[in-house]
């Protein structure tokens, strides 16, 4: 069955007032998936009233442990469903369906159950304090929903980003209003019909469609009934929603761009390590915020590595989602095609050696029409080369040598971006020694995109402001208020 986009305003489905529409294509064949609703001040003042009521009535009155019930239920209706969100999001983004199968649905359920376990075991502070005539008092903190959320999302892996906001804010008690990617449409909107079955209130998740400036992402961001807005995106439109979150002083939660390095030292496991920055660099066709797009190797296994990582990169399958062999899916869209292929160009403009790829693979007739992108790898680059410093978002990486630990950690950090790294090493104190130095919101060790959700999530320097995960969402998604009594 195909999901048609549509808004979900106020737990019913509707096209809008607005005449405004686009088209939505597939990014594996160009074909157009149909027409999109773009929503205007009209279905974000709707969407906005709708969360502003539901917070108002049955959702803010429930108790604790019936809201984790009802968010249960819609964990497990994206599992009952678990085929056509599967069709939906391969359908929007072109990837392969054993990445969508084992990453975005699952996630888009587990998203809703961490949370929904998290709040009911989460207490809150309390402290006895003395008081001048001996009676002292008692200081305890109210949590409370923060209110109506603004969810901004972007494309990369649509269901997973989304529920990764959504799940924490429905559970702390608050109402949401999505603005999902104008690329990726369809999950977002199939949801509606789960949080109906599932009984969640109406008003409780609202979506808009549309695209961000001049459009519903920055009405929603400029509406006065928003109370927060959590954001995934570019930096620069981080910076235009900040300005945005000014006006009236409204929290925001931002995970934004990076240009991760990966430091590869000559005591790693060669096998594992290259087994991992495969996938950290080409895994979603290199779209995703965590993706390796700088490596950095030890130089006594340089070379080893370099053709090492040359083989794997050439046994990656373009091709069809569904097809078992296929391992590579396309880029997002014919523009940001266009984007990557300029860094392309770039790369061979400032001297790049191109070890592997550089152009667009030759693909069968039915599939001629999509955003096809051939797997590459540079070596020989300067460090302030642009491919070295801009975030490319592509299947592509930079590979150059380094000589000491001190050499390698400074190479990494040398970035306005701060969201991940890996370290590759069998030297336990240099693990801990080098991961202590990275600036970088998340580390792995020996492992690329290992994820705990109850840990914290977010970047540092310009890939981010604030944590999500854990009690870490808790705290974005919630308020607290002392409450001082005199005994
Ligand atoms: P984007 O910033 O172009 O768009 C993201 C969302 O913001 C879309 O829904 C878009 O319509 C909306 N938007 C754009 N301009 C807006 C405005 N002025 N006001 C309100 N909304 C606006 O990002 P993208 O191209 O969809 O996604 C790729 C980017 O996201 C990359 O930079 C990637 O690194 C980043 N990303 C970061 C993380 C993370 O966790 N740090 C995760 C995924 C993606
Ligand atoms: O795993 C997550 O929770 C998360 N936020 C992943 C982000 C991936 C970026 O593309």
Known sequence: MSVEARHFID??????????????????????????????????????????????GPWGDMAVAERAELLHKVADGITARFDEFLAAEISDTGKPKSLASHIDIPRGAANFKVFADLVKNVGSEHFSMPTPDGTGAVNY??????????????????LLLMTWKVGPALACGNCVVVKPSEETPLTATLLGEVMNKAGIPKGVYNVVHGFGPESAGEMLTRHPGVDAITFTGETATGEAIMTAAANGVRDVSFELGGKNPALVFADSDLEKAIEGTLRSVFANCGQVCLSTERIYVERPI????????????????????GESATTLGPLISQTHRQKVLSYYQRARDDGATVITGGGVPEMPAALAGGCWIEPTIWTGLGDESAINREEI????????????????????NDTPYGLCCT?????????????????????????????????????????????????????????????????
Not at 15 to 41: H, I, M
Request: glycine share 10%; with cysteine.
């Open 11 to 56: 737990g019913k489905y509707t096209a809008g007032d607005s005449n405004r529409r686009f088209k939505n294509f597939n990014p594996v064949t160009g074909a157009s998936l149909g027409f999109v609703p773009e929503g205007g001040e009209a279905e974000i003042d709707a969407a906005v009233s709708a969360a502003r009521a539901a917070l108002a």
């Open 423 to 487: 370290v590759w090493t069998e030297n336990l104190s240099r693990a801990h020694r080098v991961s202590a130095r990275m600036e970088a919101g998340l580390t792995w060790v020996n492992c690329w995109f290992l994820r705990d959700l109850r840990t914290s999530f977010g970047g540092a320097k310009q890939s981010g402001i604030g944590r999500e995960g854990g009690v870490h969402s808790l705290e974005f998604y919630t308020e607290l208020r002392n409450v001082c009594v005199k005994l």
């Open 141 to 158: 903190a109210l949590r409370v929903p923060k209110g109506v959320i603004a969810v901004i999302s972007p494309w990369n892996l649509p």
């Open 393 to 412: 978002f592509g299947p592509c990486c930079h590979i150059r040598p380094f000589d000491t630990e001190e050499e390698a950690v400074a190479l990494a």
């Open 302 to 321: 340089f070379d080893d590595f370099v053709a090492r990582l040359k083989a794997g990169a050439e046994k990656l399958q373009p091709g069809a989602p």
